[in-house]
């Protein structure tokens, strides 16, 4: 893995569509590319156009670099003081403030120390990497303004599986210890399934396992999504496992870059999430993310007679869901 270091310009910014998705009010990221390197990711599609690509001479479609900027606590420290208007920030929206170059500066740790200093502001956190647990003395001591995720996409059993499409980001069972650390030291806690594959962790005991565990977690919210279909990510998740001989879960993958597969997936997840949550839970609870785009008209009016929990996004959301 090449690591790369571009200075960036911003610290924290409002962001509209994570306020949409009633995940927060404010983003920091503290690069461009993230080294967890998830074969689905959708963040080389969104930050194509980003200078940085040029400016260090790389395609952002290819694999195997991250790109990181050391400096960000600065402006994350200038923007919390001068910000007025203050809400919840998420850390991080497009990459992964304790991944593996992440952790080489302490960023993670930095930022937050840098928002938590200044009154009105909250935290929701978003990792892949249990080194978060590392953190939980700091946000002991704020324990009413930061929300922890562990972004959960599997149960143990498919540990290898998630090895192939998250190559460098902490175990399943690692993720799910530092999700259980947190419940036990009181903090708060919100659960991230996204994205939940065919074949590799939306079949319904998988689902059902994963609500467990966010119940038993006090987990304030469960989010869920399906995986987004555009761009690359699709076809390179499926490469991947077959290279690595994971052919079930492959086929599984393939065929839901196609629309009307793609509908069928959603629909199957979002009964298993309704149903889990209905069963264990308060289906209030559930925040099913979707940008129903792409359904075929029968799924979308399907989803339409029992949407508890789903969060319409894009066109259908500024119109109003029904």
Known sequence: MKVYEYALKAGITRTKEFERKKLATHAVNVGIRCGHECTYCSTPSLLRMHPAFKALGLDPFDRGYAIVDPTTPERV??????????????LCTTVDAWSPEAQKHDLGRRCLEAILAEPGWTVRILTKNAAIIHDYDLIEKHRDRVLIGLSITATPSMDEVISTIEPNTSPITQRMAAFWEAHYRGLRTYAMFCPLLPKVSCMADSVDQLVRLAVE??????????????????????????????YDAACGVIPIRRAEEWSWYVVRLLRHLQSSVRAHSDIGRLRFLLYPSRLIPEKLEEIRRDDAGVIWLGKLQRQGAR
């Open 217 to 246: 977690c006090d987990a304030e919210e469960i989010f869920a999504e399906p995986v987004n279909p555009r761009g690359s990510g699709l076809r390179i998740t499926s490469e991947a496992l077959s290279r690595d001989h994971h």
């Open 77 to 90: 420290a200038r923007d919390a003081r001068r910000i007025r208007e203050r809400g919840m920030v998420q």
